[in-house]
């Protein structure tokens, strides 16, 4: 066989490799170009869905009272305790102790004045402790509701920090409305546990979606 005739040949076979490589890097590129584009949409999908589950989750988190009734009732002498979400219990335990004084005033015992503010100061715990009431148990059952239909999506998408947030969060909420611990101070977020751990979830939520 001639020289030109297999330089031909070896020509049109580097040719033709060349053209089945371009091809075959074409193809595995636009492979590439398509998974990309199905992962980008999945998480934009994800992003939304989340966005809205973690609103919802949000609004709902900064329902909870930041005080328990026992940081009310620590400012009394002699109070009765709060335990297993039994508010209104307490408040007729006040009751019972406000009606012992105003005898005590009635019958002239001890002094009118140091009466009188142990009166008051239970008026105004009582106040206070039907507030955090009202507003731990809507709280509670918007939570409850939550948990019956957006908390699928949240097990589905959610990052494991937010996870572990959310359960940290369930966490202090029973210690302090069920055990009966102190949360605080309402004003002070430093020293405050529900205040800390509310704001490590909505922290954790803010992050996983990059909004912080």
């Known amino acids: 066989m001639p020289d030109e005739m297999i330089t031909a040949l070896v020509s049109v076979g580097g040719t033709l490799l060349v053209s089945i490589i371009t091809l075959i890097m074409n ?6 170009k398509a998974k990309l584009r199905i992962q980008q949409k999945e998480y934009e999908s994800k992003r939304e869905l989340l966005n809205s589950v973690y609103k919802e ?3 709902i988190v900064n329902l909870y009272p930041n005080e328990s009734p026992n940081d009310i009732l620590k400012y009394i002498d002699g109070p009765p305790n709060y335990l297993m979400e039994h508010f209104d219990s307490l ?3 006040l009751d019972c102790q ?3 004084y105003k005898k005590q005033l009635k019958i002239g015992y001890g002094q009118s004045n ?10 105004y715990a009582k106040k206070e402790i039907a507030k955090i009431r ?6 509670q059952d918007k939570y409850k509701s939550f948990c019956q239909s957006d908390k699928i999506i949240f097990d589905l998408y959610a990052g494991q ?3 572990n947030n959310l359960v940290n969060f369930e966490v202090i909420i029973h210690n302090v409305f069920i055990s009966g611990r102190k949360a605080g101070y309402k004003d002070d977020p430093q020293n405050n546990i529900l205040q800390i751990a509310r704001n490590n979830l909505v922290n954790s939520m803010r992050r996983d979606i990059g909004a912080s």
């Open 27 to 32: 193809i595995v590129i636009e492979h590439f």
């Open 57 to 59: 989750l949000i609004s």
């Open 91 to 93: 408040l007729e335990s």
């Open 98 to 100: 406000i009606e012992y």
């Open 114 to 123: 140091d009466i009188g503010v142990q009166i008051s100061n239970r008026e």
């Open 134 to 139: 009202d507003k731990y148990f809507i709280a």
């Open 161 to 163: 920090d937010v996870r």
